[in-house]
């Protein structure tokens, strides 16, 4: 089971949200359900904290960003606002002396994101960024397997990450622009979840890669667009092994399709996000589906597994076991596998090697931060 903040000593944990969409709910349930109480939230009006204090059961709305990260009822400050704005309001938040979790990409330049990563680890606080699907119990399992060599020698990867609400000329979003979503919008928005998913499941990096980027649309909805819809990447691993990754929010009928699939010399195993209670296990005489059952699992994953085989674990899930590891490292406990602001640079380094790449006709480039 996950560690809930009433097991820590800390006593409640009161949080504020920056933003008030989608992932602003998101991150209210998981607050609630690791123990904590959402304060206030800001968005970028008056009028829109005060309707997104109301949809989200807030006690306030503050009047701005900077009035909740200033507020000393605020122990942490989600940020789930555009891109654009994640570097330099998580540095604020954390010269205030808030914990902070950061939605991705945590900054639009490498750059932004190191001094990000330096400045968390000077302050002591706790700064972590939503890599969430590593919260798939699945996934843990997936992980342990890896470690312990049942798989074999890693020798090549099958993986993706398939969306489609991007389909047609007429669905736009601020993602779209760079002035607001930063100069990647399909790779830094999901190929980044995928690329720390791979490092995370197979225990080393992405050495180099070579990247191919294609623009569907160069209007949406009347807005030029600026961004792009598809990534094809080649990736090496520190080990050697070899990998194709596509990303693409053009793929019809894929609503949130991220898969991952490693071959090894004894075992393959493939994990599908849309399908999280099972891994697939491959072998040259036969092949299994694996089910979660706390009962047969690897500890790591078997703490993150709320409710018994048989009953349905998803998103919200592995989110809400995200966010209780971050409430209990905020009470001293050091969570296996949490995501901070130093995996939120690694993704940003990668996001600008694959930029990098397309740039110069799919040019091998190497990643060495």
Same mark, same amino acid.
Request: charged content about 25%; aromatic content about 6%; overall charge negative.
């Given at each position: 089971?996950?560690?809930?903040?009433?097991?820590?000593?800390?006593?409640?944990?009161?949080?504020?949200?920056?933003?008030?969409?989608? /992932?602003?709910?998101?991150?209210?349930?998981?607050?609630?359900?690791?123990?904590?109480?959402?304060?206030?939230?800001?968005?970028?009006?008056?009028?829109?904290?005060?309707?997104?204090?109301?949809?989200?059961?807030?006690?306030?709305?503050?009047?701005?960003?900077?009035?909740?990260?200033?507020?000393?009822?605020?122990? *942490?400050?989600?940020?789930?606002?555009?891109?654009?704005?994640?570097?330099?309001?998580?540095?604020?938040?954390?010269?205030?002396?808030?914990?902070?979790?950061?939605?991705?990409?945590?900054?639009?330049?490498?750059?932004?994101?190191?001094?990000?990563?330096?400045?968390?680890? =000077?302050?002591?606080?706790?700064?972590?960024?939503?890599?969430?699907?590593?919260?798939?119990?699945?996934?843990?399992?997936?992980?342990?397997?890896?470690?312990?060599?049942?798989?074999?020698?890693? +020798?090549?990867?099958?993986?993706?990450?398939?969306?489609?609400?991007?389909?047609?000329?007429?669905?736009?979003?601020?993602?779209?622009?760079?002035?607001?979503?930063?100069? &990647?919008?399909?790779? =830094?928005?999901?190929?980044?979840?995928?690329?720390?998913?791979?490092?995370?499941?197979?225990?080393?990096?992405?050495?180099?890669? &070579?990247?191919?980027?294609?623009?569907?649309?160069?209007?949406?909805?009347?807005?030029?667009?600026?961004?792009?819809?598809? *990534?094809?990447?080649?990736?090496?691993?520190?080990?050697?092994?070899?990998?194709?990754?596509?990303?693409?929010? /053009?793929?019809?009928?894929?609503?949130?399709?991220?898969?991952?699939? +490693?071959?090894?010399?004894?075992?393959?195993?493939?994990?599908?996000?849309?399908?999280?209670?099972?891994?697939?296990?491959? /072998?040259?005489?036969? &092949?299994?589906?694996?089910?979660?059952?706390?009962?047969? &699992?690897?500890?790591?994953?078997?703490?993150?597994?709320?409710?018994?085989?048989?009953?349905? /674990?998803?998103?919200?899930?592995?989110?809400?076991?995200?966010?209780?590891?971050?409430?209990? =490292?905020?009470?001293?406990?050091?969570?296996?596998?949490?995501?901070?602001?130093?995996?939120?640079?690694?993704?940003?380094? +990668?996001?600008?090697?694959?930029?990098?790449?397309?740039?110069?006709?799919?040019?091998?480039?190497? *990643?060495?931060?």
């Amino acid at each position: 089971m996950t560690t809930d903040v009433t097991d820590t000593g800390l006593g409640t944990i009161r949080a504020g949200i920056l933003g008030g969409g989608f /992932m602003a709910r998101v991150h209210r349930t998981a607050a609630r359900d690791a123990g904590g109480e959402l304060r206030a939230v800001a968005t970028r009006s008056a009028a829109g904290s005060r309707h997104a204090a109301d949809a989200l059961g807030a006690d306030r709305a503050e009047s701005d960003a900077i009035a909740l990260l200033e507020a000393a009822d605020i122990d *942490v400050v989600h940020i789930c606002t555009p891109n654009a704005t994640h570097a330099e309001l998580a540095l604020r938040a954390l010269q205030a002396g808030k914990h902070v979790v950061c939605e991705k990409p945590l900054a639009t330049t490498a750059h932004d994101a190191k001094t990000l990563a330096d400045a968390a680890e =000077a302050s002591g606080r706790v700064a972590a960024v939503p890599f969430i699907y590593r919260y798939h119990p699945m996934v843990r399992e997936a992980r342990a397997r890896v470690a312990r060599g049942d798989i074999g020698e890693l +020798l090549t990867l099958d993986c993706s990450y398939l969306q489609d609400w991007m389909l047609f000329s007429t669905d736009d979003d601020w993602r779209v622009r760079s002035a607001a979503g930063g100069a &990647s919008r399909a790779f =830094a928005d999901i190929g980044s979840h995928l690329c720390d998913l791979i490092e995370f499941v197979i225990g080393e990096r992405i050495r180099a890669l &070579s990247a191919r980027t294609r623009r569907v649309f160069p209007e949406r909805a009347g807005h030029e667009v600026d961004t792009e819809d598809i *990534v094809a990447v080649l990736v090496e691993t520190v080990s050697g092994a070899l990998g194709t990754l596509l990303i693409s929010q /053009m793929a019809a009928g894929r609503k949130n399709a991220l898969t991952l699939e +490693l071959h090894g010399s004894r075992q393959s195993i493939r994990f599908e996000q849309e399908r999280p209670e099972e891994l697939w296990i491959g /072998m040259r005489e036969e &092949s299994r589906l694996l089910l979660r059952d706390p009962a047969g &699992s690897d500890p790591d994953s078997a703490r993150l597994q709320r409710v018994p085989a048989g009953h349905s /674990m998803g998103y919200q899930d592995a989110f809400n076991g995200f966010i209780a590891d971050v409430y209990a =490292a905020m009470a001293g406990a050091q969570p296996e596998g949490m995501p901070t602001f130093a995996d939120g640079h690694r993704s940003a380094v +990668l996001t600008e090697a694959v930029l990098e790449s397309a740039a110069d006709d799919g040019r091998w480039v190497e *990643v060495t931060a």
